[in-house]
């Protein structure tokens, strides 16, 4: 009993400490904690992929409840076309729904939702981005890991062909994907924005 209390004690202590931690010093060890070149981030790649397979497989979710999440219309662009799908090998699964809207313009844009939780791996390879930090810029665009909503998020947008996307990873398990041609950067994001993230998190 005396070791129960003393244990309960330590654990509330800590979580004092960790509450009392200056916004400064978290993002100092959010730092240390990214990989600074492309070999340190696919060790933690393989790291991440052994922890998984070790884990399991575990189950993904009905693909019809992420294609309710997907928006009716893309800031203006209607929606052509819908479709949802669950598919396995080896006990590994992937749930993924899909929407296409455009225009006669020639407006397009691609939203894809996706939960790989059934296979771990496939997310360090769908979503590499999430291992390291990008931060490119040229003459015609630009590409970059950032956040959205708390999310870890990887954006990217030529300026020339008005192409781009924005993938974001929420609840470590699903990837949202958001891809227009012929359209602002600001549009996709609009599209970004109808997507209901914080009911995907909860989807189980």
């Not at 996706?114 to 999430?130: E, I, N, P, R, Y």
């Amino acid at each position: 009993m005396k070791t129960i209390k003393l244990l309960a004690l330590f654990l509330s202590l800590a979580l004092l400490s960790w509450n009392c931690t200056s916004k400064e010093e978290k993002e100092a060890e959010k730092a240390k904690e990214e990989p600074k070149n492309a070999i340190e981030a696919l060790q933690k790649i393989g790291e991440e992929a052994e922890k998984m397979s070790k884990e399991g497989p575990k189950e993904t979710v009905d693909p019809k409840l992420l294609k309710a999440l997907l928006p009716e219309d893309a800031d203006g662009l209607k929606r052509k076309e819908a479709s949802s799908e669950k598919s396995a090998a080896m006990g590994f699964g992937i749930s993924t729904a899909k929407a296409s809207y455009r225009d006669d313009t020639g407006q397009d844009i691609d939203v894809n939702i996706s939960d790989v939780a059934g296979m771990g791996v496939a997310l360090m390879g769908m979503a590499a981005w999430s291992m390291a930090t990008i931060d490119k810029e040229t003459e015609t665009g630009y590409e970059k890991t950032t956040e959205y909503k708390g999310h870890k998020a990887f954006e990217k947008y030529n300026t020339e062909s008005k192409n781009g996307e924005i993938s974001v990873i929420v609840a470590n398990r699903y990837i949202v994907q958001v891809s227009g041609r012929s359209v602002g950067i600001d549009k996709i994001k609009s599209v970004l924005d109808d997507i209901d993230l914080d009911k995907l998190a909860d989807t189980k």
